[in-house]
């Protein structure tokens, strides 16, 4: 679950990239925050994943006030988020199999149940063919793929993905929404920031609007055309 | 390519953490193990950068080792040049031989004396007589004018301080005119050897603090090369430590390597040493003893080293990962 309660966000400067923003997304929901550029969707993500601290309001994720985290609970937080990114922030000079690996290395697993883990999440994104590839002879679509799977290899309870479709061609574009759709369908709550609006009419599912820093429309899912 | 929908249950939030908890020894010391084996891995993936740093801290810590190693070595010449050597008492001219040996009976009985030999004028008159140019001088003397000495053996191991001391009680004792302490070069060459040794530490120091400063330097860059990496490690959830570790690794591969490299340059410098010195000691009769790097600091130099590495890895990535924070 993800509640955002009159969430303001000012930048030193002035800036005003969120303002008096209230939503919640309930658990195993799926969501869509869009809007122009500019419009507070990534700082908005960046304040779910702790990057930055909101000016005024509060924030829970997956129960817990962000607020009352401080910076020694950070790592631990962010452990219990999958985060897709637009660039993919893979590690170039690792194999598919080790850029996966790494949130299970970081979360102390046992190196066994690492390679059940990190081959199932590839076999989802359907990837497991290429696990000692190194991500550089990837196609865009794939390297966003191994993104996601090492977003979902710690089975997170929250998902959230900043344009995650930003680089690829329509039909690769679907084929990762309805891989998100899919883990929706599993109890993950999934917070997606996107701007391709047909993209996300197609999707059918909730879309929260920004428009510089203001929440201007919340669409639930069976009223998107 | 289809891509599959997830199956199974709803994925759970912190298992990462859950299994971290029920195992924290095992996943610390894997972590160790694996931090440990990719910093080696980065070390061997740019072996021209990695070869020159471990040179350049390598040869700094070889001086001070090499020092200490030389300033061992010239304070065995001055043992074996003498480190007490004996004290030569003249008695007062007229002094009989029963005070000779009284003095003899006194000396004997202190912990400071290893032992006294007596010369009486007799003797020293025939020593004298046998020096070309002398023996015509003393044929031309009436009586022998010269006094009994006593020449006093200091114990082994005795500091010059208490030779000195020694040599201030013979002085005082009844019957003496003079007292000739020829162990005043030794005690120059001591206070020599204390310069040197003071030198040696400082220059231990300095260097070290180099060394600190080459792998801080190193670890700096290294990091500053890996910034992307390190920001996404910490988006994924890693903590600090976490990214610190493989750069303390890293340091401490550093450190120890080049302890090796200076351990192996001194020994080197010893065995180009041998040769000379095995001649210079023929020339004292085989009575000169080198010693060679004790094996203590031999095993001390690298592990010292690490720790330096670590330290200078561990104060520069907690600078660097804070401003990257």
Redesign the interface.
């Known amino acids: 679950m993800i509640r955002f309660d009159q969430v303001s966000k000012r930048y030193e400067g002035g800036h005003e990239a969120l303002s008096q923003l209230s939503f919640e997304v309930a658990e195993g929901e799926m969501a869509f925050v869009t809007g122009h550029s500019g419009a507070g969707k990534s700082t908005l993500l960046k304040l779910l994943a702790l990057i930055e601290r909101p000016t005024h309001g509060h924030i829970v994720l997956d129960g817990q006030p962000l607020a009352k985290v401080h910076a020694p609970g950070i790592p631990r937080l962010r452990r219990r988020i999958g985060m897709v990114f637009q660039d993919h922030r893979l590690l170039m000079d690792r194999s598919v199999f080790a850029n996966v690996e790494l949130p299970l290395v970081i979360g102390g697993i046992a190196p066994q149940e690492r390679v059940r883990r990190v081959r199932a999440a590839l076999e989802k994104v359907g990837l497991l063919d290429y696990e000692r590839q190194l991500p550089v002879s990837l196609s865009t679509g794939e390297q966003q793929r191994v993104g996601i799977a090492r977003a979902i290899v710690t089975r997170p309870a929250v998902l959230i993905a900043d344009e995650p479709t930003g680089n690829l061609d329509p039909q690769l574009a679907v084929e990762i929404m309805e891989l998100f759709a899919g883990f929706q369908q599993v109890g993950t709550t999934v917070l997606v920031a996107s701007h391709d609006l047909p993209l996300i009419k197609r999707m059918r599912k909730r879309v929260v609007v920004l428009d510089h820093g203001r929440l201007v429309a919340d669409v639930a899912a069976e009223e998107v055309l | ?17 859950r ?2 908890r029920s ?2 020894l ?3 010391r ?2 160790h193990g ?1 931090s440990a084996a990719a910093s080696l891995r980065r070390l061997a993936g740019r072996p021209f950068g990695t070869l020159l740093t471990i040179a350049v801290m390598g040869l700094a810590l070889a001086l001070p080792l090499t020092f200490y190693l030389l300033l061992g070595n010239v304070q065995h010449l001055g043992d074996a040049l003498g480190r007490n050597p004996a004290i030569s008492v003249f008695l007062q001219p007229g002094q009989p031989g029963s005070v000779a040996q009284l003095l003899v009976k006194q000396l004997d009985a202190r912990d400071d004396v290893a032992g006294v030999t007596v010369k009486s004028p007799q003797q020293g008159l025939d020593e004298l007589s046998k020096m070309q140019g002398f023996s015509d001088a003393l044929k031309s003397l009436d009586d022998n004018p010269l006094p009994y000495v006593l020449q006093v053996q200091p114990k082994d191991g005795l500091d010059a301080g208490a030779v000195s001391r020694l040599a201030t009680d013979l002085r005082a004792m009844h019957g003496v005119d003079m007292v000739q302490d020829s162990g005043t070069w030794r005690q120059r060459l001591d206070a020599l050897l204390h310069v040197g040794n003071r030198i040696v530490l400082i220059l231990a120091g300095l260097l070290a603090l180099a060394a600190l400063l080459v792998v801080g330097n190193t670890v700096r860059v290294d990091i500053a090369s890996r910034a ?2 390190i ?9 600090r430590a ?1 990214v610190r570790r493989p750069y303390l690794y890293a340091g401490i591969w550093y450190g120890l390597f080049s302890g090796v490299l200076a351990v192996l340059l001194a020994l080197l410098v010893e065995a180009v040493l041998a040769g000379p010195v095995a001649a210079l000691s023929q020339a004292y009769g085989g009575s000169l003893h080198i010693g060679g790097l004790p094996a203590g600091l031999l095993l001390a130099a690298p592990l010292a080293a690490a720790a330096l590495g670590w330290l200078g890895a561990r104060l520069v990535s907690a600078w660097q990962l804070r401003r990257a ?1």
Request: glycine share 12%.
């Open positions: 390519m289809p891509i599959d929908a997830p199956s199974g249950s709803r994925p759970e939030g912190g298992e990462s953490s299994h971290t195992r924290p095992a996943s610390w894997e972590h694996w992307d990496e920001g996404v490690l910490m988006l994924i959830g890693a903590s976490f924070a």
